[in-house]
């Protein structure tokens, strides 16, 4: 049976992974909690309509976070932050064989136990992904994400900095 193929797919806060297909007839397949899709637009392109979508372009994205991060290939991006998607690449984003996980529903990974250079990912629904990234490439990039969440989120101190300065402006008197 074929399957249903889509011309396009938005993500949002359901989406676990996106990955290359290696098919003819679509791109990716993004998974989700309880869905598959097959898509006929690249995993690149759904992404940065994303961020689009989230507020920023993906340049914006992508420079903010390599300053945070010091991160110059396989940034992490932050689509979305007030609804909490980050997003990270196993390999460099213009790579064929990129593929892009979601940092809050992935629960555990480990290295593949017959395939040194793989890892096996589970999400938080139980789904397990075996992919094509060592396990040292997916501990360093929930790393920078899980840095990039800290940094982005919870900034307290700028919060109160910018609530003296509302609160104390000239201009409201």
């Given at each position: 049976?074929?399957?249903?193929?889509?011309?396009?797919?938005?993500?949002?806060?359901?989406?676990?992974?996106?990955?290359?297909?290696?098919?003819?007839?679509?791109?990716?397949?993004?998974?989700?909690?309880?869905?598959?899709?097959?898509?006929?637009?690249?995993?690149?392109?759904?992404?940065?309509?994303?961020?689009?979508?989230?507020?920023?372009?993906?340049?914006?994205?992508?420079?903010?976070?390599?300053?945070?991060?010091?991160?110059?290939?396989?940034?992490?991006?932050?689509?979305?932050?007030?609804?909490?998607?980050?997003?990270?690449?196993?390999?460099?984003?213009?790579?064929?064989?990129?593929?892009?996980?979601?940092?809050?529903?992935?629960?555990?990974?480990?290295?593949?136990?017959?395939?040194?250079?793989?890892?096996?990912?589970?999400?938080?629904?139980?789904?397990?992904?075996?992919?094509?990234?060592?396990?040292?490439?997916?501990?360093?990039?929930?790393?920078?994400?899980?840095?990039?969440?800290?940094r982005l989120t919870y900034r307290p101190y700028k919060t109160e900095?910018?609530?003296?300065?509302?609160?104390?402006?000239?201009?409201?008197?």
């Open positions: 049976m074929k399957p249903s193929i889509q011309p396009h797919y938005d993500i949002n806060r359901h989406t676990l992974a996106i990955m290359p297909a290696y098919h003819t007839d679509y791109e990716t397949i993004v998974y989700e909690n309880h869905q598959i899709y097959y898509v006929a637009e690249s995993s690149l392109s759904m992404i940065k309509r994303a961020c689009i979508e989230g507020g920023a372009t993906y340049d914006g994205r992508r420079t903010a976070v390599s300053e945070i991060t010091r991160a110059q290939s396989k940034v992490p991006i932050p689509i979305d932050t007030i609804d909490q998607i980050y997003t990270f690449p196993t390999h460099s984003p213009t790579k064929l064989e990129c593929s892009w996980f979601f940092y809050h529903h992935i629960r555990t990974f480990m290295p593949d136990p017959d395939h040194a250079a793989k890892t096996i990912i589970t999400f938080r629904n139980s789904i397990q992904l075996t992919i094509d990234a060592t396990y040292a490439t997916i501990e360093r990039q929930i790393q920078r994400t899980s840095y990039c969440i800290l900095q910018v609530m003296r300065q509302i609160n104390y402006s000239p201009a409201h008197y």
